[in-house]
């Protein structure tokens, strides 16, 4: 059974038309990522949640935000989408900071 | 900076052959180091991670990797490969100081198992 769940699979939007990714987790972390992949690419993190404290990465663009509501859903929301924000998102969990890594199986964006 | 470079972004292999997987990173503090496999269209999947102890760690699906520390490597191996084993391997290091659990990873290679 999927763990660390992300909707909807693939997301198609219109370039500067607002998106929103979903992930949801039964695994009850208290720590959950999101990283973005880009074609070929490694992923990289945008930022993390550590139960309700936010973590930005340094060069995460404005443009990303992130909302966790409970302890099982993180949102990203990406306000005015461009083409260079097509990408593959993954979201992950783990126990604490320092844990081990259990990813979703990933949002394919792609921007029109 | 930290940084992981994997040495060959394809590794073409016939079935039944042995791989190794190259992985070299750059940092002066300590690290964990993990190797992720990901499947077409899929997300992450941890194959294997070094912590502490044993250089040499086995994972699932027949992988094992060894840290080598005065190297700076943590190499994939797998003696018998299989067509099931096509897909995109990640290697990445988490700084043993770090508060966040950022995971940094190298830019990927693929395994390209042929019949």
């Known amino acids: 059974d999927a763990m660390v769940i992300q909707n909807p699979r693939y997301q198609v939007t219109q370039f500067g038309k607002p998106v929103t990714l979903s992930c949801s987790q039964t695994?009850?972390?208290?720590?959950m990522y999101w990283y973005q992949q880009k074609s070929s690419q490694a992923p990289k993190l945008l930022f993390h949640y550590y139960d309700k404290d936010f973590n930005n990465e340094a060069d995460t663009p404005d443009n990303f935000q992130s909302r966790r509501p409970n302890t099982s859903f993180c949102f990203l929301d990406i306000r005015s989408p461009g083409l260079g924000d097509a990408a593959m998102y993954l979201c992950?969990?783990?126990?604490?900071?320092?844990?081990?890594?259990?990813f979703g199986a990933g949002t394919r964006l792609s921007v029109l | 900076a930290q940084s992981v470079t994997q040495l060959d972004s394809q590794v073409p292999v016939f079935e039944e052959a042995p791989v190794e997987l190259r992985c070299n990173y750059s940092?002066?503090?300590?690290?964990?180091l993990f190797w992720y496999v990901q499947y077409p269209n899929q997300g992450l999947q941890l194959l294997l991670k070094y912590l502490s102890g044993s250089t040499l760690v086995k994972g699932i699906n027949g992988f094992e990797a060894e840290f080598n520390k005065s190297q700076t490597s943590f190499h994939l191996r797998k003696p018998s490969v299989h067509i099931s084993d096509t897909a995109e391997y990640f290697c990445a290091v988490r700084l043993g100081s770090s508060n966040t659990g950022k995971l940094i990873f190298g830019q990927g290679t693929t395994l390209q198992v042929k019949p």
């Open positions: 695994l009850n972390h208290n720590v």
């Open positions: 992950a969990t783990s126990r604490e900071k320092n844990g081990i890594q259990y």
């Open positions: 940092s002066s503090v300590s690290v964990y």
